[in-house]
């Protein structure tokens, strides 16, 4: 147990007024005590906005991320409930497949629909939710409710059928009992103490762990310019394990990927270095490309519009993403006309089966006319010299007019 106190509080003067606050820790989550309670959600809404998104951020990658998506370990309780919820295989080492995406992108979205009800007008209200749902959620009470409709009332689009999507009642109870929970803790240790919020979320490795991790990207880097992927896949994979919040190597190693035709996996680390660094667009571009060269096309093309929100802020990176766009429509297109060529192609080549087969008919048919032009007109000859006139001109003409009815049409076919 520990005190402190609030001595990053940004304010000073007369009127402010101190109190003592008490840490209490129980294995890794640290119970918040202070008197009198309501100085948690007071202290809140002084926070400024760009403070708490920092700390937000280094939550979701903390507390969520870490143990989903960059360091996944089968016994830790994070992992564990990661794997129970659908956001990762039983298998925690397996690619990102993506069904997988699907359910981490849900994840997202009720993330993000915290963050912003946190940021509400109304935030101090919204804060004594978030801690009062999560005792309700501990003591097992029916509170699901109350806890989607705190989510809808965030304003997150879409936020509604993700929660429909992410499963069960069951599934949807224990997703949100766990998040609840966490943000209470989160809350109540920054309203306590940003400096010492930050301190334990931000994760820094040492000189010489930086230093290993630089070497191997610089040789990762070099290995790539030679196109020898292989090579350059090992190097930024060891890089990542010196440093795993690391978004440019994750970025590197995606691009590795896609130039080695593995595009699922460069989905994966496309992910991973947007979730660490959201409004990067080297890796929004990578995770683009990664799913549309999956030939989810649609969702590339949709995921290339939420990445240009996102990095607004970045010329450079805005113009590479709209140069992606103008491509993906360029070849959807291309691939459009091509199809509608095939079909044209079959359809002509359907039609000149079928005219071949009527003319081998027509040709057939003509070719027993004469025959039987023929036969007739030696029955003729036979009755003839049997006794019937030989001049007979009606008789001589007709024998002729079948030939040459069978020229015109043999002419007809080849039009």
């Not at 809404?45 to 998104?53: A, D, G, L, M």
Request: charged residues 30%; glycine residues 6%; positive net charge.
């Amino acid at each position: 147990m520990s005190d402190i106190e609030d001595s990053d509080l940004e304010e000073e003067g007369v009127d402010v007024v101190r109190h003592k606050t008490k840490i209490i820790y129980q294995n890794q989550f640290p119970f918040i005590h202070m008197e009198p309670p309501d100085v948690i959600y007071e202290r809140w809404v002084k926070i400024k906005p760009e403070v708490k998104r920092l700390v937000g951020h280094l939550m979701h990658v903390s507390v969520f991320w870490w143990h989903i998506l960059l360091r996944q370990q089968e016994n830790h309780p994070t992992t564990f409930w990661a794997v129970e919820m659908g956001f990762l295989d039983s298998n925690v080492s397996n690619d990102l497949s993506l069904k997988r995406l699907e359910k981490i992108e849900i994840l997202e979205s009720i993330l993000e629909a915290m963050e912003q009800g946190l940021s509400h007008r109304d935030m101090e209200r919204k804060a004594r939710a978030v801690v009062s749902l999560s005792r309700l959620f501990s003591l097992q009470e029916d509170c699901l409710a109350k806890a989607i409709a705190w989510l809808l009332d965030s304003g997150v689009p879409g936020v509604r059928q993700k929660l429909l999507d992410l499963g069960s009642v069951e599934i949807r109870y224990r997703t949100l009992r766990f998040v609840f929970n966490e943000y209470a803790r989160y809350l109540q240790v920054v309203s306590c103490s940003k400096k010492k919020a930050i301190a334990e979320l931000k994760y820094e490795p040492d000189a010489w762990t930086l230093s290993k991790s630089d070497d191997m990207k610089n040789k990762g880097n070099e290995q790539f310019q030679k196109k020898k992927y292989d090579l350059a896949l090992k190097s930024y994979t060891r890089a990542i394990k010196y440093h795993p919040n690391n978004h440019i190597l994750y970025g590197n190693r995606a691009l590795c990927l896609i130039r080695s035709e593995k595009y699922l996996k460069a989905l994966g680390d496309g992910k991973r270095a947007i979730i660490l660094q959201p409004d990067w667009a080297k890796g929004h571009y990578r995770f683009c490309d990664a799913l549309f060269y999956l030939g989810e096309h649609q969702k590339a093309v949709l995921a290339n519009r939420e990445a240009q929100v996102a990095c607004g802020h970045d010329p450079d990176g805005l113009k590479d993403l709209h140069q992606q766009c103008e491509r993906f429509h360029s070849e959807l297109q291309e691939s459009a006309g091509m199809k509608t060529n095939k079909t044209e192609t079959k359809r002509i080549s359907s039609k000149t089966r079928a005219h071949a087969g009527d003319s081998s008919s027509q040709h057939q048919r003509s070719t027993r006319q004469p025959e039987a032009a023929s036969r007739s007109s030696s029955l003729e000859s036979a009755s003839s010299e049997n006794g019937r006139p030989r001049g007979n001109a009606a008789g001589n003409s007709g024998a002729r007019a079948h030939p040459e009815e069978r020229a015109d049409r043999l002419t007809d076919m080849k039009r």
